[in-house]
């Protein structure tokens, strides 16, 4: 893995016009679970995974917890842990573990994210970010979404509708930052599971969210035909905040990891987003996502990108692998696209819920450009809103997202609009 490739001298103004010299690309994911949740892993076990896999850093985003309790013990039999997991962890991790035995049962306490960091936490090599997933339904819709870089959980709050709730949680993620003097990162997850639970209204509603989960696994079931792809969601939301003079929202790619070690499949290593930093630290991951200078992959890595805002041109270069073919596609959507909506009604089939859904313009998110190989750049025309580009592999993914992708895939973030 090469991603964290020092930058020496490179000049990038990109979306804020911000340059990123002496800087590092830094592989991550952000989205992760653990025995602290629903995933089926010991703290110790989902960070060391991604540490000896050439991740830099990692997200353990349990749900509606950070994980505080020092007293969170696990019985061995019980209910998340079975015997052979408990065996597998204290045979790796028996010199730290804590453990004790009670009316004749055995327990293992669950490490807290201070305890991880102490652990794990290496200069320039690896970082745990804290963070937490608020998550609870909202009537029949699934409201997720992360909340990165804080120092404590806080209760869920429910709105009237899915955009207030998401309003709500948003507000409180900010104050929590400024409470405590943090550069939070606040994410909508997964809007696609598990069948279109959450739409682009609310991202359009919404500017004050600027990032969504592009690539997580998605819906559980065949989609209507008038739906939207993952991309058309990101494209739709942007058209119409770029539009009305609002920034962009920023799409991430995530493994959401369970299952480290179920043999039906793994989660792992199908997600990452590969930031650019002056340094890794808490502050300055997050510092730099807020600007955008950061891609999102499920396998391809980009030697470069960069956006030269006086040209208004967008530069991508792939680092190619062995007998893998590549091509670079640019999208955009022109200034006056045609809003025009049409509701249409996707009724209740075989377990899959009814929705009502809002088909948009054709006109939204068209590529502009397309180029076979592994470098290519566009400039953009004065009526283009913004670009993006996403490079494709020939190689198929192992394991693909539900709605996919299905070959290996990178998307780089929306520059030019900012005039």
Known sequence: MTTKRILLGLLLPFALGVCAQNAAWYKGNLHMHSYWSDGQAFP??????????????????????????????QEVGGKKVKPEAAARYLAAYGGTADKKTEDGKDFIRLKTVGELKRQFDKDGAFLMIPGFEPSYKNNDRQVHMNAINVKSAWPYKHGKSVTETFALNAELAAAHGKEHGLDTLYMLNHPFWPYFDVQPDVLIDLPQIRFYELCNDGNRHKAHADWYSLEGFWDIANAFRISSGHPPVFGTATDDTHNYRNPRGVDAF????????????????????????????TGIVLKDV??????????????????????????????????????????????????????????????????SGTSASYQMQPDDLYVRATVTSSTKMVKPMLCGPFVETAWTQPYGWQK
Request: proline residues 4%; hydrophobic residues 35%.
């Open 44 to 73: 110790e076990e989902a960070v060391d995974y991604y540490r000896t896999n050439g991740y830099h850093f990692i997200c353990l985003s349990d749900h509606n917890l950070l994980q505080t309790d020092a007293g969170n013990w």
């Open 270 to 297: 199908r997600g990452w987003v590969c930031v650019r930093a002056p340094r890794l630290d808490c502050a300055a991951i997050v510092q730099a996502m807020n600007r955008g200078d950061f891609y999102s992959s």
């Open 306 to 371: 960069r956006f030269d805002a006086k040209a208004r041109a967008l530069s991508v270069e792939v680092e190619p692998k062995d007998g893998e073919a590549y091509d670079i596609t640019f999208t955009v959507t022109k200034a006056g696209f045609d809003k025009t909506t049409t509701p249409f009604d996707d009724p209740e089939t075989d377990k899959k819920p009814a929705r009502k859904g809002v088909k948009y313009s054709d006109a939204i998110g068209v590529a502009a450009k397309k180029v």
